[in-house]
Nanobody, 123 residues
Framework: QVQLVESGGGLVQAGGSLRLSCAAS????????MGWFRQAPGKEREFVSS????????NYADSVKGRFTISRDNAKNTMYLQMNSLKPEDTAVYYC????????????????WGQGTQVTVSS
């Protein structure tokens, strides 16, 4: 049974930083591409970032490029999202997701999802 558990969300002032973690109980974690998505109230779920099997290939939404950094530790079955220079528009529930082999920007392409962690950025 696959389980993804996000942590690290919270309330932060604009300009601050947070580090999200996604702990995965997946057999052969290194065979899964991983992604971060977010959903703000009244909006659709949107792509934030993705990372390939060994972390050599990463993608970012334009809105977070240069501020967020995705990484993974396959030995710990964990993925991270370092978020710096946070803005109020980054406020959302952040989800981690997993799919076999290749990354994707499309939420529907991912097989497994976590329950989400709330990030709130105050102005």
């Amino acid at each position: 049974q696959v389980q993804l558990v996000e942590s690290g969300g919270g309330l932060v002032q604009a300009g601050g930083s947070l580090r999200l973690s996604c702990a995965a109980s997946i057999r052969a974690f290194s065979t899964y591409a991983m992604g971060w998505f977010r959903q703000a109230p009244g909006k659709e779920r949107e792509f934030v970032s993705s990372i390939s099997l060994r972390g050599g290939n990463t993608n970012y939404a334009d809105s977070v490029k240069g501020r967020f950094t995705i990484s993974r530790d396959n030995a710990k079955n964990t993925m991270y999202l370092q978020m710096n220079s946070l803005k109020p528009e980054d406020t959302a529930v952040y989800y981690c997701a997993a799919r076999r082999l290749t990354t994707s920007l499309a939420p529907d392409a991912y097989e497994y999802w976590g329950q989400g962690t709330q990030v709130t950025v105050s102005s």
